[in-house]
């Protein structure tokens, strides 16, 4: 019986003993498993708090540098308005060099065209006074002397057609230099540049011709008719084109005086309709431009013709009238083949 209580007993305890042991386990495991939590949570926040630390630094450089590219930036803008200003000092400073460069080149050429007829005034007056002088002398001088009379007078009338003529020169340069200078006054309206093109075209041929008799040309077109009507001051407009014409005739002149024979002076007149352009082309198989000359046509009182036959202020004037009407004035040429001369307005 004792042996039986001893064995249950000890069974009892050897229960509670391994329940013991079990719920010992138990809290083993809980607390290593809580301690590993928290030791997570500890990593997890330190990395966290690295991980702000770094966002934070990174925020603080980052301010940094945009403060410094501000600076920089600031700094730049401030030397390019430096630059700007200067820029746009040096730029009207070049504009008035320029403007008083192109006053003096303006200034001589008027001198030099007007000095020339003029100097062919004065001497012929001088000389007429001469022969007045000399007039009187024969007129007073006995035996009277008709023939001699009758030279002086032959004289007189030449010297007074020579003074005439250099007179209307000096005035034609005058008036050349007065339409140069005066603004457009004329109001633009719709215009049909083909038949514009046309009738200066026969104007100016005319009017040729009646200068130079022997003078005869083929007159070519070729006239785009789906151009519409633009807006331009056909005055003005034709103004150019009997300037450009004149000069197409002088040019196949001069050829035709060099090459007598087989030669053929044409003049090609065209229009064109592009994108957003009405283009004008008078082309020519004249004399052609010099190479050396063909950057100053453009200039005032600049002509390669004669002394007499030009004043130098057509293409000049040319020029500006295409320009105030928001164009170009181009030409291309070779000397002793041909010039073409083109014009391009907006439509």
Known sequence: MYLIEANIEARVIIGIAAMVLLFTSFIIAFVSNHRK??????KLLALNEEQQRALTEQNMLLEK?????TIALSQQKEELQKSLAEL?????????????????ELTAGIAHEIQNPLNFVNNFSELNKELIEEWKRVREKLPYDPELESEIIHDLDQNTDKISYHGKRADAIVKGMLQHSRSTKGEQQPTNINALAEEYLQLAYHGYRAKEKDFNAALQTDFDNSIEKINVTPQDIGRVLLNLFTNSFYALSEKQKQQPNNYEPVILVSTKKLFDKIEITVKDNGIGIPK????????PFFTTKPTGQG??????LSYDIIRAHGGELKVDTKEGEYTTFTILLPV
């Open 37 to 42: 939590k928290l030791q997570y949570h500890k």
């Open 65 to 69: 540098r945009v403060h410094e590219r």
């Open 311 to 316: 004043t130098g202020l057509g293409l000049s």
């Open 292 to 299: 050396k000359v063909i950057d100053k046509i453009f200039q």
């Open 88 to 104: 746009k000092a040096t730029q009207l400073q070049l504009i008035q060099r320029e403007k008083m460069a192109s006053l003096g």
